[in-house]
Structure formats: C-alpha cells, structure tokens
C-alpha cells in the first residue's frame, strides 16, 4: 500500500513520535510505502513531498515539531486547493492519507473522506479540546512546560512580596490553565468557561497576604471579566483573535491596582508548544501512529484513533467534527477547592 | 466530620499531593478534620498522629514522597492489628478513613469497610496494575524517571558500541517497561507478560549492529526466559521476590556471549519512586484526594476513586480486589513493531 | 559571636543555599547565632528580624529564592537609613552582617564597613556581572532556563518555517545571551557590547533559510542598533530602563519585514529568576555561605567572598565596587562562530 | 590546513558539541577541512574516517556522546600502533590532530606530539582530574545527573525511614560524590581522599534519626574504610579496578548492622555520563572546540586548551601529565560542615 501523511495545524511536542511510527509500523510490519507532505494539506495540494523511511526517521521519538512541517491551511479556504488534494491523492498512488491534526486539519480530513477520499485522522493539540479522545498529543507536554514556570515564578513572588500574573495558552478553554495551575499549586486560575470578577480575586488575595508573601495567578488567554465589571475591549489581531498578553495585563493591572501588591506579568507563549515531548506523549504519539497505520490496513476511512480508558479505538470523524471537549466540571472545582 | 488519612505501601511521587487536597477540600470546604496516621495501617493501629492542617500542608504538590511516611504493614499479618485499628478508629472519634494504597493497602481497607469500619480507597502504585481506573498516582512520574535514564544511557552506547541493558521495576507486569521503553525508542523490551527467547533476540541484536552501533534493551524485574531455554534458578530475596538486579545481569551476560559486543547493566533501583511528581501525577493525586474527601461526605464507604476517561468516579473495593490491571495488548505489539 | 545575615537586590537561584550554608557553618561549627533580616537593608533598618536556625533551614538547598525575602533598597537613597543601620546594628548586638547581593548590596555592604560596621559580601547576580569573581551565584541557573527555552522555540520554529526570536534578561550586558545562545545553538546573538546591524542580519537569514527552515535569534534587553541605522527611540519604564519586550519586538519587527519571513517573539521574563537552582547554583551558594563565616570568623570586614579558578578567595570589596566583569572577548567571538 | 579529530576513553556529555564547534571554526573561519576519526586512537590507527562538515554536524551541540565513537585504547599498549598512527598521519596529510580526553588520552598526544606529531588536546572527564583546567567537559553534567538521583532517593528515604546509600562514580577522587552530594544536601559522603569510619558515621546516623526520618548516603566509588577497621577486601573486575557497587554494597550492609535501621543502595552507574548535556557542558565544548582550532592555527603543539577563571588559555601538556587535580580543601571542608 501506499499511504499519505501529514502534520497541519499548530506544531506540538509528540508529533515526530506519530510519524516515526507510523513510518515503522507500515514499513516494517505491512512493506508499505509512506509518502510524506511538507507543512500539511498545503503540501499535499502542492505535490511538495518529504522522503519518509525507517531509516531517516531514527531517533526521531524524543525530538520536539514535526520533521514533516506544518501551516495552518485549510483546502476549504483556498480555490482549487480540495481538487490539487484529489490530484495529488491520484498522483502519488495513494490508498489513504494519515492526518494528524486538531479539530480544523480533522474537520478537512472528514470532509475529503466523505467524497472519497479515505482519510485517518490522529488527533494533537496542546489545547486537548479534540473530542472523542481522552487526550491529544501535545496536551501533557504544554502542561508540563507551563507548570514548570508556574514552579519558577512562585519563588520569585515569594523573595519579592509580589502577585505573579501567568498567562498560559487556552484561547476557547482553561485545559492547560486548569491543569498547569493546580500542578503548581497556584493562588488563582482565571479560564475561559468561567468569567473573572476581579474585585473578588483582589479581596481573596489581600486576605492572603495578611500570612502569606505571594500569590501566583494563571491566566487563560481567553479568560474575560464578568460582564459589565470591567470596560474592557480587548485588542485582537489579524485573525481577530486576542492579542497574546492583553488579557495577561488587564489581570495583572487591576489587581496591582486594587491590592496595593507589586505585581507582575509572564507571557508564556511559545515555550508551550516547543521542545523534547515527556515520555506521556512520545507513548501516546507511538500508539496512535500504529493505530493509524492499522486503522488503514483494516480498510477504515473517516475515523480517527483515540484513547479511551487507555484502550486506543477508532472513532467517526463525523461524530466528534465541530464539538468540543469540555474540561470536566470536577477538575473545575478541584482548582476552586485547591486555590483561594 | 473527623476523617482519618494513611498512606501504605510503597511510596511513590504525588502522595502528597494527595494529602494536601483531602485537607484543604475537607478543612476549607466542610470544615472537617483530618487525622494523620504515620506510616500506614501501623500508625493507625499504634495512634501514632502526625498534625496535619492546611498550614501544615502548604507547598507540598510539588514534593515527593509522603510526609505521612508509608509502611509495607498489613493489618491481618499482625494479630491484634486490627482490632487496634478498631480501637483507634473510635477512639480518635472518626467518621471514616481515606486510605491511599495499592492493591494491599486497598485490599485492607475493604476487608475493615466490610466489617463496619467505612474506609475510602485513593489507588496509588508505579506499578499501574490497580484494577478498575485507567491509572495511579505515581505511575507517570515513574515512567518519566525510567525514560529519562533509558535517554541517557542511549547516547553512552551510541559511544561505545553497546548493547546496554537496563533493568526498571516490575516484578509482576511490564507497564513501567513497556511504557518507558516506547518513550526511549529502546531496542528491546522484555516483560514477565511474555517470557524471551534470548537466542532470538541476540540474533536480532547482531543483525541490528551490522548498521547501527548499539542497542538499548529494557527489562522488567519480573521477566524470564522462555521455559526451558536457559537453566536459570533466580536468586531470591527474604520475601520470596526476585533480587534486583538478577534477571539484567542474566540478559546482559548472554547477549554479551551470545553477541559478543560489550554489553552493560544498569540497575535503576530507587531512583524510578522519588523525587518531585510530574505535573500529570500532581494532578491525578489533586483530583483523587477531593474526591476521596467527596466521597466520606457522601456517606460512601468500601469504595475507590478512580480515574475512567478522564472522569473521576468511584468503584467499590470487592469489585477491583484481588484482580491486577493487565497492560493493553496494544501497547505489547506497539513495543513489538517499533523494536527490532 | 551574633551574625546578620541579609539578601538583597532582585533574587535568584541558589540564595537560599547561601543561607543554609551560613547557618549551619555557624552555629554547628562555632556555636554562633545568626540574626536573619527580612527584605535586605530595609529590613535590617526597620529591625524586621526572620528567625534563623539549623532547623528552620532545613532543606532549603534546593529551594529557588530567598526565605528571607529581598527588595531594591539601598541606604543611601533613603534618609536616615543609614542611621537606623547602625541603630539595628548595635540593637542586635551584632559582630558582622553577612550580606549577599549584586553590585548594589554590595557598594553598600562596602559603604558600610568603611564607616565601622563590618561586613562580609557575598556574590550573587544572574547577569554575572560583579567584578573579582569568576562567576555570581544565580547565573547558571538563569542561563540553564534560558537555553531550556531555546531548545524549545528551536523545534517550534523548524516546524513552522519561523524566525523565532528570544529576548533574555541584560540590561548592561550579553552574558546570559551569550551563553544561552552558544549552549542552544542559537543563529544569532544580540548583545549590548555589540550593536547590532539589522540589514546585515536579515540578509544572513535570507541566505541560511535556503537550505534551513528556521532560526533562533536571541536579544539581551540591552541590545541596540547600530547608530543612526534604525530610528528607534526604546520606550523606557519609571526607573528609566528600557521596557522588557521593546527590543525583541523591534528586531522581530524589522527581521519579519526585510526577509519576508513569519518572526515571533518570546519574551522570557520572570523565569529565568525563579525554581530550584541548578547542582552548580547549589554548590556555589554553600561554599559561599561557609566562606563568608569564616571570613567573619577571621575579623575580614569590607570583604567579598569570590571563586577564582576554582577556588574561594576574599576580596577587598573597594577593588570592586564600581566595576562591571565584561563578558571574555573569547566568547564574543564564539557566538560569532558558531551563529550564521 | 587538514585537521584531524578523535575522542578517547569514555565518552561523556559535551563532546558533540566540541566536535560542532571545531568543525564549524575551522571550515567557516578559515574553510580547513576536518578529517575525524572514529573510536579514538583505534580508528587514527587503522584508519577509520568519519565524515564531519558543518551540515554533518549540526544540531550536534545538544547531543550526548560523540558521535566519533570513542574506545579506551591507547597507542603505546598496541605494538605497531604508534607507527600505524604516523602513518595514518602522512596518509591523510594532516597538518595536526585535536585530541579530546582524559589524562590516558591527553599523554598520549602529549608522547605523539614530542616525536613529531603535532597534537592539541582538549581535556573532558567526568571524574574532573585533569591538571591545569578549572574544569573538564562531562563533568557538570555528571554532578547534574547524580544530585537528581540523589534528591529522589532523599524523598523515598523519608517516607520509609532508611538510610540511602548512593554510590556515585569516582574511583580515585570524590570530585562527583562532594559536588553531588552538596548539591543535594546529603548527610554523608564518603570519598577516596578521607578513608570512612563507619563506627563513627553510625553512631551519628543513629543520633540525627532521633529527629529525622532518613538520611542520604554518598559513596564514591574509590572510596575505603579507615585502614584496619573493616576486614574488607574489594572485589575486582578484569582491570584491577573495584567492582562497581562493591563498596556502596559494604557501607550499606555494616550501617544497616551497626543502626538497626533499614539501608538501600542505588549504584547510578552508566546514567552519570550520558545524555543531554547541561548547558554549562555545552559551553565549555563550545569554547575549547574553538580554542584548539585556533590553536592549531597558530602553530601550537604538545598543548591542551583549559578554562583557568572563565579565561581560556593554553596550557603544555608535559605541564600536567601525570598529574591529577585534586578536590579542593575548601569543598572537603564545606562537606563536612553541611553533613552530620
């Protein structure tokens, strides 16, 4: 068989994990052929191919990105682009195409499944938002990263008396916020399901620092004030999206403001996506990859691999396409039992 | 509420973490107080108290270990214990008892919960092999420490031409194995769910170096050789188990006649239980420790929390007791297909 | 003998290993007390006194920032502060004040003793710019967090055909720049020892991106421009030092528009000041913190305690005091070498 | 000019990254070719050429191991093999050969350099006993690794009320075990230079475990009972060297006898020298790699390149062959002032 691969989207960590298996299980276990295309559906629309084999993906498990590029492109968004991926699809030979993407790249692949097109998807996203899977690829390492400056400004709050103000990735949801924050034991996490009354959270941090030095605050992105509390138009940019760091300086300003508590800001940004994957999904990578690569020898299209219950499955693209994972109600009130 | 809390067994990283939610859900939230028995059923049978406050457990997500301390002490091996646990139990006027363990542990706490003594299972164990919730606390941190080491010894080989045998726990099942060893990309992964052929596997080896220049191969505790193919008597140690270090130093010594290129042993020993949780284990153990508080409020008694599609429920003790969580069938062929 | 013992100036990694080591040289080795003053000077001038004992050190070696908290506070630019030094001095019947900060909390410390209040300097600087010693502690701890993100930003730009750009603390100097880069194999460096040329560096990205997807381009908040090439005008904070981010924004800017390539900014900020200390910190901070005993103990006054090859030595702080240790031209031109 | 490279003895973190630096020097600064030879010695022998360029080379600076290959062979052991590496000299018309290693490897280059072959050392060991250099590439990394380990094994040891014995490498210096050891806040450290008494460090375990629950025990390898105090008589290996575990395993036994309390050994082994290097190690490489370039350049012969007070400088290697850098008193001294 000849089998297509691609990585569209945000890169994460655990990506070059899928590809390295996917690469090995097909090779090696079936004699197949995987055709890799450079930076997602853009590549394969434009024939841009990258030499995939057991050989040249050595070594790969550890290593952060994709060697495969990525871009966020969807064919849908570009004249021409759905019928270049049918082209390419009959050019290069193909018997189906392994996508692993998030909920746009994975939306694309259903789409193209459904007019013929067999298509498997693997979901990834440090935003862990995919749903049908307990977990994507990507979503334990961002947490790890922002935990670990979670850890770092908490002893600098503390030698300065000061409130550290994070602002971790999370535009739609508080995964990573919620996550990072109770990891790191935080003071506050401000998240996108659950509007923020900064009057509050200044009055519960005043009452603390009456024993305690410091307080460390973790900021979704796309956490917003409770209606009418603030007069607050956030900047957005190009994609309309808020500017990284608006809302990180909003909290931090106010509560300096209202607590008479120095306070300070950190921006995460990119560090969250970046770097050697932990060992969680390098292990979750490997799986779906093999999966993938099963999924397709089993004749399967319009699916995509998830881990249930630690059993990974096989799942309708068209029964997870335009939802979104929720973070369960329980986590929500463990942070409210575990902060101020 | 008065509520008791132990930690028994073996310790492990996110114990803690455990500790430090059950006092802020049960003293902030309810009110409650809990009671700290040191060193597992032991101190609770000899009231031995440790204080325990949301005061006394500030910081402590991030530590290992349990500052509760932990004892491989089981109340049905010492006559009396367990009426002394009935003792202390009224006489510290409590309402129920949280009790983290592995199976031991949790097998202990059904038997009093069935005798009238309510008692709510937290499931702790870098074994992972608790029947009933997708994982434990402490398993992730263990993967991590057991991966980090199979990194390190990679490069070493890569140096000096080696094959570089490493032994990680596992008496019983291969989960630490198998999970680590994927993360590393290591060369091979023996576990005592499938014994080895080590003939097959040197000749594998030898047929690998012809272009490669070393070889990772993992091996749990428990692993054997197939019956019969090696005369092979394990020596063992006070409490009938495998001594450490046994079955790597037999792999080592018959790949190395076998092969004939240097081959190495590391023993990870103590290492793969200490030291500060990842942040998915900080999590698990946060998550774990407000449920079990949720629970005792809940008037339940005789059951676990458990972690089931990333959703927190409880499953009752006589329903998980005495059963061991096997390793997914899809993980072994995984570690298959991505070996030699 | 009654010792004083401050931290002063912004804080780092390894102070409290410093005070660890003060502590237990002291009162297990000669019986003396030492009187911990909260915040630096103004603690010490308002008599704010943190009990201190071998006990209530414990464990502190691994644990980033100070328990005796710091601020940006120095004698002379307050009234009567001076005096009320001397008061606490005398009130606190002390022998000598063991003061660890930068070049500040140092001048002072000198200040200090030349006026008769004997005092013991101990290094401590994440930009590694205090003079008469080989290296300050918090410095490898800062560079070690910096190269971490680096490494991180590194895949995440491959991944995306990105030019991904860094600004790292530095306001006077390249040394954490410097050694983050070289140690990340960043593409380029911009430090505030050598203005940097946008034109020249774009057209050297341009060239590299024909063959690499990706650059890594590190900024000391001290870079500039060459004069007269860029009509910038940085916009300075309330004690007039240039606002973290502006000069990453502006090479990111600049970058983006002359080669045409996507260019994103991450600013590190707080973190690189905060968490457990690298084994380097740790190491350097204890024997700093017996040192600065004996010296005490050896009547020294107006003296800092320094490594010089490998050794712990005293130097006269007047020796010091004013100068900046440079960064060696040998690892200017290291960076140049191994960048683009 | 032709410029060959080898590394010799056993491989340690940062030599991939002197490897990157002396390539990319020599052939971007003054387009030389590098000629690189595998295994050490061996491979100069009987030649045996690795490619290396800078396209070969990079990404090399954050890789453990040296991808030379090494061996622990030297010359005047092999009749015939000072003349093969002579003629390996001509045959490649090499103008002069970098030579990275510990003292055995470094005093053959010096003995080669003597009769005519210009050789550049560049000194690396993690065991830090090269004469001449503040420091020696590995062995920040090799502190690194062992003080993790130790810090796991203290959490472990607290929950269960044991001493843990650690032993560390270090056959004829406590370098690694006094580093570590401070690093981590051991509470004894054992080391070749200070002949133990284990009567003596029981009776104060047994006193500080009046009040503690644990304590952390480092063992170099090389280290012995006080003479006549123990009937002990080291195991050894073919090399005549002391098996390693063999002494962690005495300490263990005789403390567990002497305190009644329970005693475990961790033999770290093979982790110490691999993986990542810090980035400390990787700066250091970086450095020397351009150093020595630049020394070939300048006609140097018979030198290693060494770190004296964050200089670089070029020292004679009949200057420090034969000699071992021993710890310094002040860091002996620092141990036993943080120990029991």
Request: charged fraction near 25%; proline fraction near 4%; hydrophobic fraction near 45%.
């Amino acid at each position: 068989m000849r089998i297509g691969l691609l990585t569209g989207g945000g890169d994460c960590p655990g990506l070059n994990a899928v590809i390295r298996a996917v690469v090995r299980r097909a090779e090696m276990e079936h004699g197949d052929t995987i055709v890799g295309f450079r930076d997602g559906w853009k590549g394969m629309a434009e024939g841009d191919i990258v030499d995939l084999s057991v050989d040249s993906t050595r070594g790969l498990v550890t290593r952060g990105g994709t060697v495969l590029g990525t871009a966020r492109y969807h064919p849908d968004e570009h004249s021409d682009a759905t019928a270049m991926v049918f082209e390419s699809f009959k050019r290069n030979r193909l018997d189906a195409v392994i996508c692993v993407g998030g909920d746009g790249t994975l939306a694309a692949a259903g789409k193209l499944s459904d007019v013929g097109l067999p298509m498997i998807g693997v979901p990834k996203t440090i935003d862990n938002d995919v749903f049908g899977t307990d977990v994507s690829v990507g979503f334990d390492t961002a947490v790890a990263i922002a935990a670990d400056a979670l850890d770092r400004v908490q002893t600098t709050g503390e030698s300065h008396n000061r409130i550290m103000v994070v602002e971790v990735m999370g535009r739609h949801n508080g995964w990573i916020a919620l996550s990072a924050g109770i990891a790191a034991g935080a003071e506050a996490i401000l998240i996108p399901e659950v509007p923020f009354d900064v009057d509050e959270l200044a009055k519960q941090l005043v009452h603390r620092h009456r024993r305690a030095r410091s307080s460390v605050v973790v900021v979704a992105e796309g956490a917003s004030p409770v209606a009418g509390s603030l007069a607050w138009s956030p900047p957005r940019g190009k994609f309309g999206s808020i500017v990284a760091g608006a809302v990180g300086e909003l909290v931090r300003a106010e509560l300096e403001q209202r607590t008479g508590f120095d306070a300070r800001l950190t921006v995460l940004g990119h560090v969250q996506r970046g770097g050697t994957p932990t060992p969680t999904d390098r292990i979750l990578g490997s799986r779906f990859g093999v999966a993938a690569v099963d999924a397709v020898r089993d004749g399967e299209a319009g699916v995509m691999v998830a881990l249930q219950s630690e059993q990974v499955v096989r799942v309708p693209i068209a029964e997870i396409s335009g939802r979104r994972k929720q973070v369960p109600p329980d986590l929500v009130d463990v942070a409210r039992s575990l902060t101020v």
